[in-house]
């Protein structure tokens, strides 16, 4: 067997954890302040994401939804029209997704609020939110990044440590779950809560 000393899965996950270590001692604490309170305000919230940020979008709303609050995804067939009031949290690593920065424009025109998580807050999407989150992840550099996030990664126009580009959604997934933690905190919803919320026919 080869030699995995320097290459080993171990290695790996330690080099991301020490990288989102890094990432939380610069994450802005009004930036955080005010995503959660968007959260907390919100009259009902629709999350997005392209790809695999898609997929931390989703289990974000799962939470969201665990803590009693009205949480939809956008694109499923049972998520109700958006209205004045509502808010949008996406996403985006670039901020300049081009399906994810539409529908974010859209949701402005009528009415709606905008939350990014993403580490570029001078993007499309960036310029017309109420509230962003930074999240550095060290992204390469790309050609076009309003480019659709699958056609990205079928170029191959990521190279990282990580696999098809960055620790973006690693990263967004860790902020998630401790913004959850800290809304818990704040309405004072204990554990024994969310379990009574949680799927029980699955």
Known sequence: MNDRKSNSVQDKM??????????????????????INELITAKRTYVLGAGRSGLVAKAFAMRLMHLGL?????????TPAMKEGDTIVA???SGETKSIAELCETA???????????SNK????????????????????????SAEYEVRQMMGEHRSFAPLGTIFETTA?????????AI?????VEEKDLKGRHANIE
């Open 108 to 118: 402005k025109t009528i009415g709606g609020r905008i939350c990014l998580i993403t």
């Open 173 to 181: 997934m860790v902020f998630s779950d401790a913004v959850i933690s």
């Open 91 to 93: 996403y985006s690593g």
């Open 14 to 35: 330690k080099l991301m954890a020490s990288t989102i270590t890094s990432t939380a001692n610069v994450i802005s604490d009004n930036e955080v302040d005010a995503f």
């Open 122 to 145: 001078d993007s499309r999407i960036g310029r017309i939110a109420d509230s962003v989150v930074v999240i550095e992840s060290h992204r390469d550099a790309v050609n076009d990044e």
């Open 70 to 78: 009205r949480t939809y995804v956008v694109g499923e067939t049972i």
């Open 184 to 188: 818990m905190e704040i309405i004072h």
